[in-house]
Structure formats: structure tokens, C-alpha cells
């Protein structure tokens, strides 16, 4: 599979007879963003729903019995492995957890190449995160079996973003006019990376508020620049709180930093405190990716302003979604 962007009408002659090869998505890699276009945002969305219906309804149901997907983490994951599996089962299939690739043969120096094919022997789609930016097109471009990229390295977090995009939908009701502020690492955050590429198919103002050291990357302000999206840098929160619509948090990456000093000068540079959010809007909401380490403070939680949780559990069905579609069964 090499597939970067989707190509709707490429069929992988390799994936079992009987899935629907005609459905969007079929044997398709999830490797960034880029490959999106509004049909299929509203189309994944749609099955979103669905699912977020059918667990409600039923809980579990077999639309993937028999299917097997491997979760290959190079890297910690809470949410996006734990929400893959949960996935994964409420749709009936099952899933070869590999979380510590230490206990792996990688760790006796496997390729990553190596890696995905012996595992699609075993699994009909390989869930894929790794350390560095570009690892997802790479396994892709050697294993047979849709890759999905849960993160690589600081590049893309596609799924993360697809269900970022979603939350902000569900809870806004609308993308077009607003207002959206990320803030805290935008260098080394793949979830904004992401995000801010996939927000460039609406028509919205983005707002990049950031230490110094830590500013929203040369390329990808030029993608967005490119796209004619208004978009603009702030040091300071309080330059833009007020006309935010929805505020997305991140994390300082404490371990992509080089130079620890460089990460003692600029953590903590932001906390959401609810004092803080009374020069909010009373109808914006708070995003983050989670996990948080003291960008928002616990007080807030309570605030119906507050929407990461809710996000997580948005992820699941977008996740249901994407598992359903890249194994042909919608
Ligand atoms: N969980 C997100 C990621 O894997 C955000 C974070 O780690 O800060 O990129």
C-alpha cells in the first residue's frame, strides 16, 4: 500500500474477496490529513454517527467478527491504543496489542519494514505509532494491509484530528466562523500539525499563541498560508481569549526537547484556570488531546465549557468509523 491520498477508485487486490470493494476507503492507508477532502469528512463522519448510535443501542455488535487488527505503539499511548482496541471490539473483532516494543523483536533490532510485514501475516490492519516523522508512509509503503498512523514522530496525528474536527462539529454545531486558538506547543504538537491542515477545508480563523521557542512550524503556516486562511501568532492568551470560539490545548512534548533547560524555560507558560476563562465567551468550548501535565487546571473540569473529555469518548466512534471503512464493511 502506498497510497497517500485517497484514491477512491483503487482497488488493493490483495485484501480477502467479499468486503465491499466498492465501498470509499476500502484497503486504504490513514497516514495524514492531506488526503481528505469535505465528501470524505462528511462521509466518515456520517458512519461516525452511526456508530456512536449502535453502541448506545447495543453496546457491541459483529460487524468486524473475524477481523484482526495489530496496535504496533513505539511510543506510550493511553487513549488513541486504548480507543483503538475499544474500537475494535465493540465492532466485533480483536486485537493484537503491541505496546512495549521492548518485549518485541524490535528490540533485537528489527526493521520497521520487517516489522509490518510479518505482523499483517497475522492481522487484516496494522494501527501504527512511531517516534519518527514520516514512519507511517514508510510502513505503508512496504506492508499490503491498511496502515493507520496513530502518530509519527512530530509530524501527523490524522485520526486524532479527524476526531478533533468532529468534536468541534458536535459541540459547535458548525466549523465555518469561527474562531479557533491553539495554544501551548505548536513546534513539536503533531495533534495542532495536524489539525490546522485539516481546518483549512473550512472557512475559519486560526489563531497560533505560543512561547517564542515553541512556535507553529515555517512549513506549515506556508500550508495554511497557501490555502488563504487567515491565521495569526500571539505570545500572550489574553490577546485573543475573548473572541476564541474554541480554545485547543496542548501539552509542552517534554520528550521531543533536545536540551532539557530549553523545556525548564517554557513549561507551565499557560494554565486554564477558571478565572482565567471568565474572559471567555460563555458559548466557546476548551480542547485538549489529553494528556494534560498542569495546562489546565482541575478546577475547570466542572465547567460545561469543558470538552476533552467528551472529546475522547467522540474518538471512539470516529475511530469505529475509520476501522469499519478501511475493512470495506459500510
Ligand atoms: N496524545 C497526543 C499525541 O499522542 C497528545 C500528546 O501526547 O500531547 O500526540
Redesign the pocket.
Do not use: C, I, K, V
Given at each position: 500500500m502506498t497510497i497517500q491520498t485517497a484514491n477512491l477508485n483503487q482497488v488493493n487486490p490483495y485484501l480477502p474477496f467479499g468486503d465491499r470493494q466498492d465501498a470509499p476507503f476500502y484497503g486504504k492507508d490513514i497516514l495524514s490529513v492531506k488526503q481528505f477532502n469535505h465528501a470524505d469528512l462528511n462521509y466518515i463522519f456520517g458512519v461516525a454517527h452511526e456508530m456512536q448510535e449502535m453502541v448506545r443501542r447495543v453496546g457491541t455488535f459483529d460487524m468486524l467478527k473475524g477481523k484482526i487488527l495489530t496496535n504496533l505503539f513505539y511510543?506510550p499511548?493511553?487513549?488513541?491504543s486504548s480507543s483503538f482496541t475499544a474500537a475494535m471490539e465493540r465492532l466485533g473483532g480483536s486485537v493484537i496489542p503491541i505496546n512495549e516494543v521492548r518485549y518485541s523483536s524490535v528490540a533485537k533490532g528489527e526493521s520497521l519494514p520487517d516489522t509490518i510485514r510479518s505482523l499483517e501475516c497475522y492481522s487484516d490492519v496494522i494501527v501504527l505509532?512511531h517516534p519518527e516523522t514520516g514512519s507511517a508512509a514508510l510502513a505503508a509503503q512496504y506492508g499490503r494491509k491498511p496502515i493507520i498512523n496513530?502518530?509519527d514522530g512530530t509530524g501527523e496525528?490524522p485520526t486524532?484530528a479527524l476526531l478533533d474536527l468532529f468534536t468541534i462539529l458536535e459541540e459547535m454545531g458548525r466549523v465555518n466562523g469561527l474562531t479557533i486558538t491553539m495554544l501551548g506547543?505548536l513546534k513539536y504538537?503533531?495533534?495542532v500539525h495536524s489539525l490546522a491542515r485539516l481546518l483549512t477545508l473550512y472557512n475559519v480563523k486560526l489563531n497560533y499563541v505560543s512561547p517564542e521557542l515553541l512556535r507553529m512550524p515555517a512549513d506549515v503556516i506556508k500550508e495554511i498560508g497557501d490555502k488563504l486562511i487567515p491565521q495569526a501568532e500571539y505570545t500572550s492568551l489574553d490577546e485573543v481569549l475573548a473572541q476564541t470560539d474554541v480554545l485547543y490545548v496542548?501539552?509542552v512534548?517534554k520528550e521531543r526537547f533536545e536540551n532539557p533547560e530549553d523545556y525548564e524555560k517554557v513549561r507551565g507558560s499557560y494554565v486554564i484556570t477558571p478565572e482565567l476563562m471568565t474572559k471567555a465567551k460563555s458559548d466557546m468550548i476548551v480542547m485538549h488531546?489529553?494528556?494534560r501535565v498542569g495546562e489546565i487546571s482541575m478546577d475547570f473540569d466542572d465547567d460545561p465549557r469543558a470538552a476533552y473529555f467528551r472529546q475522547m469518548e467522540y474518538g471512539l466512534y470516529v475511530r469505529m468509523a475509520l476501522l469499519a471503512l478501511v475493512l470495506g464493511k459500510t
Open positions: 511510543e499511548s493511553t487513549r488513541t505509532r496513530a502518530g496525528h486524532q506547543d504538537g503533531r495533534t496542548t501539552r512534548q488531546p489529553l494528556p
